[in-house]
T-cell receptor, first 109, second 112 residues
């Protein structure tokens, strides 16, 4: 079992829909990152969370430390949101970033 | 403020050769970490440097090595290249270990 599990693996939605991507982890962490990767490779850090909720524009990230679960929400989705979204946890024990396998999001106009 | 810069962006090498990739972190960031991304294995941690010292290392063979200079710029080297080393190599910088990481655009290495 992977230390970081994401769901769904692939998600296709219509423009304007509310999107939720989930991340569950099994190790002790000090922080959780949500990353966005567009075709071409570059990765953008969207959020780093250690508790609660953060919001940036149409993006919202939440984390429940007790349940070892985080969600990334996108409101009023747009085709430019199409990308791979990756959850990564900073493992408190080995001090390494461990990544989920990513969620490929496609927003259709 | 300039972001994380990786050079070169693309590289083609033949089996058996060696390669050096470079990463310039954001000014003021002292931690640089390296990652390999392949379609089969996803993103995997290679190593992390802080103040010129390797702080952590992933499960990669000794052919993969790195270093960090006094200006925090980092290089990674892969010797005796194998076809399976073809991947996107990403570096990330942060102020210190465990803080928010900022990623570069990556170097896409193709081994033929």
């Amino acid at each position: 079992k992977n230390e970081v599990e994401q769901s769904p693996q692939n998600l296709t939605a219509q423009e304007g829909e509310f999107i939720t991507i989930n991340c569950s982890y099994s190790v002790g962490i000090s922080a959780l990152h949500w990353l966005q990767q567009h075709p071409g490779g570059g990765i953008v850090s969207l959020f780093m969370l250690s508790s609660g909720k953060k919001k940036h524009g149409r993006l919202i990230a939440t984390i429940n430390i007790q349940e070892k679960h985080s969600s990334l929400h996108i409101t009023a989705s747009h085709p430019r949101d199409s990308a791979v979204y990756i959850c990564a946890v900073f493992n408190f024990g080995n001090e390494k970033l461990t990544f989920g396998t990513g969620t490929r999001l496609t927003i259709i106009p | 403020k300039a972001g994380v810069t990786q050079t070169p962006r693309y590289l083609i090498k033949t089996r058996g050769q060696q390669v050096t990739l470079s990463c310039s972190p954001i000014s003021g960031h002292r931690s640089v970490s390296w990652y390999q991304q392949t379609p089969g294995q996803g993103l995997q941690f290679l190593f992390e440097y802080f103040s010129e010292t390797q702080r952590n290392k992933g499960n990669f063979p000794g052919r993969f090595s790195g270093r960090q200079f006094s200006n925090s710029r980092s290089e990674m080297n892969v010797s005796t290249l194998e076809l399976g080393d073809s991947a996107l190599y990403l570096c990330a910088s942060s102020v210190k270990l465990g803080t928010e990481a900022f990623f570069g655009q990556g170097t896409r290495l193709t081994v033929v």
